[in-house]
């Protein structure tokens, strides 16, 4: 039996594999010229630049099995125990390492050694990660509840909020902390921090993310004998179900849209829609990526985040991106960046050269060779309180026609967990549509 997959980014993909393992013959249709949706790569000159700064944590178990039906796992180096250093302007460095203990345990030195934060600060916070570890993310009425409001009435000043809870908390939601849904928060907290001790180690590429997701993906599924359509517009999709791309019908068994609810919404039909339609409330939160080539090594670290600065979280992409030379090319990422998005390059330049230069001292001696910037304006939706109720699940009202995407209903947030979720569910429900279909 035949099933279209609308989207090639990391839902799509997640769902035309598991539909070949199962023996359908799968078509995968994607606009752009590759696959791979917002984790891609471009050549800048000699580099080869990722759109954004991806990583995995340990517990990302979805994305592992994806890394491995690719054959690409061993490209993905995480850390064998977390240890994330911190940086501020004018002060020494901070370390939060795990240590060799039970969870939760195993991060209660590292927090009783915390400098940002005062001693009594840092009591307060493990009485607010108790009181996180008790909380059901599943539970709707925390869907509607600010993170940051609940944290500010359980002790947490808003200096701990930003440089405690927002490391993890807006790099992983796409949000500040203080309009961060409590739910999806505490799922980030109780999973990767309290959950098993090796949850929240790191992973980074080694190699672009195009060698990584996207080519790996159209290999693998030609092999399997699927067809790939880039470059394919797709006009429409009917309850039959057909998919119309670049102006001709493609008739299917059963259909996956792994698009954004936007593009979801305007492509479907009106019968397959929920009533009301709430898909426009979940919105798009930015994401901004700040790209500096330095003359010279100003980073001795993998990655470092930062606090009391704009800057959040720093890769080297040196040996990634292919620099030759002597130089160093850094990536600043920038979550929930609402404030950023529009400003232009000359001012960011200007902004985050000075802001890198007061937290690495080897950078104030140094010159920078290039300079440009990434904007993913639609990086993921807007992961605030009430969000969650407007996230579907992957069946439609219409039989043989499925979601998948981040924004759908996974229990994850819009991450790359979360979308090869929903790749895997649409799979799971297509296939049982199908036998339904075989048994009539």
């Not at 800048?44 to 796992?73: F, I, K, M, P, W």
């Not at 990660?129 to 409001?149: E, F, N």
């Not at 949850?199 to 080694?206: E, Q």
């Amino acid at each position: 039996m035949s099933v279209v997959v609308v989207g090639g980014g990391l839902a799509g993909i997640s769902a035309a594999l598991a539909l070949q393992e199962s023996g359908m013959d799968v078509t995968l249709v994607e606009a752009r010229p590759w696959l791979g949706g917002a984790t891609h790569s471009f050549g800048r000159g000699e580099l080869s630049v990722d759109n954004g700064q991806h990583v995995a944590l340990r517990c990302c178990t979805a994305y592992q099995g994806l890394l491995r039906r690719l054959r690409t796992d061993h490209l993905m180096n995480i850390q064998a125990r977390f240890d994330v250093t911190v940086l501020r302007p004018g002060e020494a460095p901070a370390r939060l390492r795990r240590a060799p203990l039970p969870s939760p345990l195993h991060l209660l030195p590292a927090l009783a050694r915390y400098a940002p934060l005062s001693p009594a600060e840092r009591l307060r916070a493990v009485w607010a990660a108790a009181k996180i570890q008790s909380l059901d993310p599943g539970d709707p009425v925390l869907d509607g509840v600010a993170a940051g409001s609940w944290l500010a009435e359980r002790g947490q000043r808003p200096w701990a909020r930003e440089a405690l809870w927002g490391l993890f908390v807006t790099a992983a939601l796409n949000a500040e902390v203080d309009e961060a849904a409590l739910g999806l928060s505490a799922m980030v907290c109780r999973r990767a921090l309290f959950g098993r001790a090796d949850a929240a180690d790191i992973g980074v590429p080694s190699v672009p993310l195009a060698e990584l997701h996207g080519a790996p993906a159209l290999a693998r599924i030609e092999e399997a004998g699927g067809t790939v359509l880039l470059k394919a517009k797709v006009e429409a999709v009917t309850a039959d179900p057909k998919v119309i791309v670049d102006g001709a019908p493609v008739a299917a068994d059963a259909v996956v849209m792994a698009v954004p609810h936007d593009v979801a919404a305007r492509l479907l039909p009106a019968e397959a829609l929920p009533v009301p339609l709430r898909w426009p409330e979940l919105g798009a939160s930015p994401i901004v990526n700040v790209h500096v080539v330095y003359d010279r090594p100003v980073l001795g670290l993998p990655f470092v985040a930062a606090v009391g600065s704009p800057v959040q979280w720093v890769f080297d992409r040196t040996e990634v991106s292919g620099l030759r030379g002597d130089g160093q090319y850094l990536a600043v990422s920038l979550s929930a960046a609402d404030r950023w998005i529009d400003v232009p390059t000359a001012q960011l330049r200007e902004r985050f050269t000075r802001e890198l230069r007061r937290l690495l001292p080897a950078a104030r001696h140094a010159s920078v060779g290039d300079f440009f910037v990434t904007r993913e304006r639609r990086a993921t939706f807007r992961q605030r309180p009430g969000s969650g109720a407007a996230r579907p699940g992957a069946a439609t009202r219409a039989p043989g026609l499925f979601l998948a995407g981040a924004w759908t209903d996974t229990g994850w947030p819009d991450t790359m967990e979360g979308a090869v979720r929903s790749g895997l569910t649409a799979a799971r429900l297509v296939r049982r549509h199908l036998e339904g279909v075989r048994g009539r």
